[in-house]
Nanobody
Framework: VQLQASGGGLVQAGGSLRLSCAAS????????MGWFRQAPGKEREFVAA??????????RYVDSVKGRFTISRDNAKNTAYLQMNSLKPEDTAVYYC??????????????????WGQGTLVTVSS
């Protein structure tokens, strides 16, 4: 499977962006899909994940984005989304999407993901 992340850009604090992660090569219906981010000089950080179709596990977020970001997926389009509202300068990073079939309990661990997109840059100005 190949993943293509898009939708990043420059936005003022308080603004919104929607990131997309389009999968190709095979269906990702059976994969959990996650978003991570990496700011300059920092380690890659878990942002959000959404469970594979049918498990009912739902969604998971890092505390710093709860109430501001929403992850969703459209299995018909083989695509996941990250709606980011009320953006803050500290949200500035390269955002990556990834897929995994690991147990839901581990979806916040980057090393558990088997396929990654190329990243899309989000810059939030103050």
């Amino acid at each position: 499977v190949q993943l293509q992340a898009s939708g990043g850009g420059l936005v003022q604090a308080g603004g919104s962006l929607r990131l997309s992660c389009a999968a190709s090569g095979r269906t990702v219906r059976d994969f959990h899909m996650g978003w991570f981010r990496q700011a300059p000089g920092k380690e890659r950080e878990f942002v959000a994940a959404i469970s594979r179709s049918g498990t009912g596990a739902g969604t998971r977020y890092v505390d710093s984005v709860k109430g501001r970001f929403t992850i969703s997926r459209d299995n018909a389009k083989n695509t996941a989304y990250l709606q980011m509202n009320s953006l803050k300068p500290e949200d500035t990073a390269v955002y990556y999407c990834a897929v995994t079939q690991i147990l839901w309990a581990y979806v916040n661990e980057a090393r558990r993901y088997t396929k990654w997109g190329q990243g899309t840059l989000v810059t939030v100005s103050s």
